[in-house]
C-alpha cells in the first residue's frame, strides 16, 4: 500500500472517479485542483493551487510516494490558455518529484496525441503522434517530459493514452475508444502496485471489438481489460439512427470532432 497518493485534477469527472474508489490504494489521499475541494474523511488531505506556480506544486508534491496526474485543462482552448497548466504544470510536477524522491506517476494524457490518424490505421505505442489540438499538443509535451525524465533520471511514468471514460459510450465513435472506469481503475492499480513499471506509453482502452489500439507492448504489465463496448452497441446504434446519422459511421480521424474542429486562436 502507499504511503500517500496525490490525486491533481480531483475536482474533475476522473478525479472524483478516483478519490471514490481509490481509498485501498494509499494510507492518504492527498487532493488537489485549482477548483476548491472538502474533505470528505480523515483519510483526504486538501491542498488546492495552481500547477504554474512551482513553490505550490513542490509542496504538492513532497511526502508523496505516487502520483496519478489528472490536473489541467482537458478540453481544446487557445494557446495561451493551455500553457499554464497542461505545460508549465507538468514540467513543475517532474521537477518537484525530481526533487522529493521520484514517486511513481501515472500521467495522463490523451487519444488526441494521435487524433489526425484515420480510424482505418491501427496503433501501438511506437506509431508517431499526430496531435489534433493544441489540446493535444500538451499531451505531447507532456509524454515527450515523461520519456526524458525516466531516460535521464530513472523517474517511471505510466503514460496513458485515456480514449473516452465514462459510465457508457455515447456515440458511435466511442463504440472504439470507450475505457470502462472499472478498467482505468484496474490499470492505476497495477500501475502503482507492479514491481518495476519503466515508463510505457498505455492505451487507455477497453477490450472493444472495433478498438484502434494495440496494447501488446505492455503485456509484461499484467493488466487487462474486461470490459466492452459491444454491450450498448445496439443502443448506441439505434440512438445515431433516431439522430439523423448512420449507425455504423465512424468519424473521419480518430480524434473526432478535435480534428475537425477549427484550431482556436486567442481573441
Known amino acids: 500500500m502507499l504511503k500517500r497518493l496525490l490525486i491533481t485534477g480531483a475536482a474533475g469527472g476522473l478525479g472524483q472517479l478516483a478519490r471514490e474508489n481509490l481509498g485501498d490504494l494509499a494510507q492518504h489521499l492527498r487532493l488537489s485542483d485549482i477548483s476548491p475541494l472538502q474533505a470528505t474523511s480523515p483519510q483526504e488531505e486538501i491542498m488546492c493551487g495552481d500547477l504554474s506556480d512551482a513553490a505550490f506544486v513542490s509542496q504538492l508534491v ?23 497548466a497542461n505545460i ?15 514517486p511513481r506517476i501515472l500521467f495522463a494524457s490523451s487519444n488526441h496525441t494521435i487524433g489526425f490518424h484515420s480510424p482505418s490505421t491501427r496503433l501501438d505505442a511506437s506509431s508517431v503522434t499526430r496531435p489534433d489540438s493544441y489540446y493535444g499538443v500538451s499531451k505531447c509535451f507532456g509524454e515527450a517530459v515523461a520519456s526524458l525524465y525516466y531516460d535521464k533520471l530513472g523517474q517511471e511514468t505510466a503514460i496513458v493514452r485515456i480514449g473516452s471514460c465514462f459510465p457508457e459510450p455515447q456515440d458511435v465513435r466511442m463504440l ?89 486562436t486567442k481573441s
Do not use: M
Open 62 to 84: 513532497e511526502g508523496c510516494d505516487g502520483i496519478l496526474h489528472l490536473g489541467g485543462v482537458s478540453v481544446e482552448n487557445h494557446f495561451e490558455a493551455i500553457l499554464s
Open 88 to 102: 508549465i504544470g507538468v514540467h513543475n510536477l517532474y521537477s518537484a518529484a525530481q526533487q522529493h524522491g521520484q
Open 176 to 264: 472504439s475508444t470507450w475505457f470502462s472506469p472499472d478498467d482505468f481503475l484496474a490499470l492505476i492499480r497495477r500501475v502503482f502496485t507492479i514491481d518495476t513499471l519503466g515508463c510505457p506509453v498505455i492505451y487507455g482502452v477497453s477490450a472493444n471489438r472495433d478498438a484502434w489500439w494495440d496494447n501488446h507492448e505492455i503485456d509484461h504489465l499484467g493488466w487487462k481489460p474486461k470490459d466492452s463496448s459491444e454491450a450498448y452497441r445496439a443502443q448506441v446504434e439505434a440512438r445515431a439512427t433516431a439522430q439523423g446519422g448512420e449507425a455504423d459511421s465512424q468519424p473521419q480521424f480518430q480524434g473526432g470532432a478535435f480534428a475537425t474542429a477549427a484550431l482556436i
